[in-house]
């Protein structure tokens, strides 16, 4: 059993592009050491977006908290907005813009779980 909250990780991972992930539950030991799914909150600045990059493994699912964002997946663009959820298959090629003024979050969910070795970028 793990109960997590962003509050709870004491080292984010911070990207060269700008995002600040908080993963919950992951494979690493400190995270639950679980297999098959990962949970993270991710936090994109202002102005500021994910590397593209794809999967070969997992499946990944964007839940947008608050913030709206453009969504571009396999060079086709789909905006998104709170309460919105988008399906990321293995080996689509993704990336996810802030254009707004204010700060995006969202929840990450991979299946199985996210690790380094399967984030491949373009």
Known sequence: ???????????PL?????EVIYELVGAAPETGGVKGHSVAVVVLPPHKSSGLHYHQ???ETYYILHGTARMVIDGQVFPLQPGQ??????????????????EL???AVCAPAWTSD????V
Do not use: K, W, Y
């Open 1 to 11: 059993m793990r109960v997590a909250s962003v509050a709870d990780v004491q080292t």
């Open 14 to 18: 911070m990207t060269p592009a700008g």
């Open 57 to 59: 493994v997992a499946e």
């Open 85 to 102: 959820a988008c399906l990321i298959e293995p080996g689509e090629r993704h990336q996810i813009f802030n254009d707004g003024d204010e």
């Open 105 to 107: 979050a969202f929840i």
């Open 118 to 121: 399967d984030s491949f970028f």
